[in-house]
């Protein structure tokens, strides 16, 4: 028998705040399966992805489907919100509407939140926040995060400049404004590299975007000779704008970039890209395993980070053509 699901909602919002939550001692086990489902049902789970603007969330929306499958004991509603703050919330407010078990979502910007988080807290249906931050009011709005952490990520791509071109000028290609991984991979290259950057601009994380907010800066900042992509995508879109201008990227130009997505990689083995750091997409088999031990009243973390590796031009092809995604 299936504990209520009003208690069993009530227990998870309880346990949100601290750093490990059973909800088993809580609420008692849901009498499950063993797959996470009660009574063999499946699991309703409504999941707002954020977009498909990088080749990140495209290998990031794959995963997600591949894991959250009938065969994993999961009905999933998977709603892209193309990179549209107003569509996400009316996803969320459907799911309420439709009485998941679970709420998913990608965050595409950090504030904005606090009135559907409220909504989906007083419905008792307990949320993954997935990938990105959120900035609220509302306690307990989540019960757990999984995704990278940005910061470190930010982290290790101003170390790797520190290191090896202390002195270059810099030109900062940045993420969606306001989203988390904008804000945190800035702060924290900003940190170690801040005195060197000349300008900023954002490119939105599109490869399109990125070129244009080039062309503007080899005109604004003619002695660059170092741009941070807070993302693959826009990194490519700067080769672009390099290569056009009569430049050689990588080489009169060094480029910095966070995803290691494999078009990425592909850069930093054709020596267009000088550094790379991972953000890795592919976690669907971590959040599936999160859905069904909430489901189950199983002891979650509060946190799950994705583990984050980095590249340089030491990298081979054969390690690319491997790369899954
Ligand atoms: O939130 C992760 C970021 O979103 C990736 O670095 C970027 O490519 C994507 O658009």
Known sequence: MQTPKIMRRTAMAAAAALAMVSLAACGGSDGGDGDGSADGDLIRVGYSQLGAESGWRTANTESVKASLTEENGIDL??????????????????????????????????????????????????????DRSVDTTVEDAYLTHIGSDMCIEGTMAGEWVQENYPDAKIFELQGTMGSGPQIDRQRCFGDIMGDNILGQASGNFTRAEGKTAMEAALQTYPDLDLVFSHNDDMGLGAVEAIEAAGKVPGEDIKIVTIDAVRDGLQALVDGKFNFVVECNP???????????????????????????GSFDQSITQEEVDARLY
């Open 77 to 130: 509603t998977f709603v892209d919100a193309q990179q549209k703050q107003e569509n996400q919330i009316k996803a969320l407010r459907d799911f309420v509407a439709q009485d998941m078990d679970v709420i998913a979502f990608s965050p595409v910007i950090e504030t904005g939140w606090d009135e559907v988080l409220q909504e989906i807290k007083d419905s008792g249906i307990p949320v993954i926040l997935v």
């Open 282 to 308: 592919v976690f669907g088999d971590q959040l599936v395993d999160l859905v069904k031990a909430i489901v189950a009243g199983d002891e979650i973390p509060a946190e799950t980070v994705v583990i984050d």
